[in-house]
């Protein structure tokens, strides 16, 4: 198993209007060809504006074959086009468990 762990930066004051967005349009399109998250959350002390959410896959080729299968549909492109400017930056990662993992 892989996890894709995402943080992106969100514009000031578009916290509420992002996370409504991807609520009504993307959660519904990932959850079709991705499957539910692992973990969706926001940042409640730190750095403010972020959105830090988990996806699980099975392996690199699994991420990719469901990744390509997203961002053929209709409804993704018209996710990102409504989303465009809303993200100020946006790190990823891939996390491997470890041996000892309680989650593999």
């Given at each position: ?31 079709k060809h991705i499957g539910e998250p692992v973990a969706y959350f ?63």
């Amino acid at each position: 198993m892989i996890i894709d762990h995402r943080t992106y930066v969100i514009a000031h004051g578009r916290n509420k209007e992002y996370l409504a967005l991807f609520e009504a349009e993307a959660l519904p399109v990932q959850i079709k060809h991705i499957g539910e998250p692992v973990a969706y959350f926001t940042t409640a002390v730190g750095p403010v504006n972020e959105v830090v959410h988990l996806w699980a896959y099975e392996d690199f080729a699994d991420m990719e074959r469901k990744r390509k299968a997203r961002d053929a549909d209709p409804a993704w492109a018209e996710y990102k086009r409504k989303s465009a400017g809303m993200l100020v930056d946006q790190r990823n990662k891939i996390l491997t468990p470890t041996s000892f993992s309680p989650m593999k």
